[in-house]
């Protein structure tokens, strides 16, 4: 795997665009900078007459579907249109898809609608993109007795598309491949806004790299290692600690920490 990447992205110091959930735009901002890439930030109900000049410098978009509202997609919709025009990579958060059947459509519109790169989000959010049953429970991933790897790999094919499907295990596919990253805290779930950074995390990896399987099982495994070692040496029953030290920790994690630590397995032919 090419943890390089790392290097690479502090090295360009992309510009990661995001429409943010206003509920942690904060924390996904402050993530973007700690990693080494800038952020440009906006909620999706702000006026939009900046975004064409956005997307004109930035290496990526991530779109964060959550707190979303009708005013919204109109602006979500444009603004993905422009990183299609200028061939800038789109990651989505499709959060909480599957709660309601109107968030499910507006998701699958835009996934239908446009070039859409990586879909992040957990069990119960790829399962609804695909119509398969599953017992979702609002932001978190709920149950289901279907295989979680099969729905990945079902969802990426639908929408040919990378999936990151975040879980106890990461599964990162590209309908094909597979990479399984075991890396993993209960601080995670503790953390609100914890999946919003990895996808905002992706959006800067996908900035530095065409191949946007491997900059998102890179993204992947810095991330799920950096929180599973922060969670190592601090209080377990103590959230807010961990998520200060998660940001501060991502400033300074490198790629021989990275590589020593990562727990992956993966289907590539390469592997």
């Known amino acids: 795997m090419k943890y390089e990447l790392l290097d690479k992205l502090r090295e360009v110091n992309p510009i990661a665009f995001n429409i943010c959930n206003f509920v942690t735009v904060q924390d996904v901002c402050n993530a973007i900078n700690s990693i080494g890439a800038s952020p440009a930030a906006v909620e999706a109900n702000e006026e939009t007459k900046e975004a064409e000049d956005l ?101 990426a094919n639908q929408y040919h598309c990378i999936v990151a499907q975040s879980g106890k295990t990461d599964i990162i596919t590209d309908g094909d491949n597979v990479t399984k990253v075991f890396n993993e805290t209960d601080l995670f779930k503790l953390r609100v806004g914890s999946g919003d950074i990895l996808s905002s995390l992706i959006g800067c990896f996908c900035a530095v790299s065409s191949d946007f399987y491997e900059a998102t099982r890179v993204a992947t495994v810095v991330y799920a290692t950096t929180g599973e070692l922060v969670a190592n040496v601090v209080n377990q029953h103590q959230p807010s600690v961990f998520s200060a030290t998660l940001i501060d920790k991502l400033n300074d994690i490198d790629v021989k920490i990275i590589s020593s630590n990562a727990r992956v397995q993966s289907t590539d032919a390469e592997e």
């Open 55 to 155: 997307i004109k410098i930035c290496g990526s978009l991530t779109v964060n579907l959550g707190a979303l509202i009708d005013p919204k997609i109109d602006q979500i919709d444009t603004t993905i249109g422009l990183a299609d025009k200028y061939n800038k990579p789109v990651i989505l958060d499709p959060v909480a898809v599957g709660a309601s059947p109107s968030r499910d459509q507006r998701a699958i519109q835009l996934l239908k609608k446009h070039n859409i790169r990586v879909i992040r989000g957990n069990a119960g959010e790829i399962a609804a993109l695909i119509g398969a049953q599953w017992n979702a429970k609002g932001i978190d991933a709920g149950e289901g007795d279907l295989d979680p790897v099969q729905i990945a790999k079902d969802c």
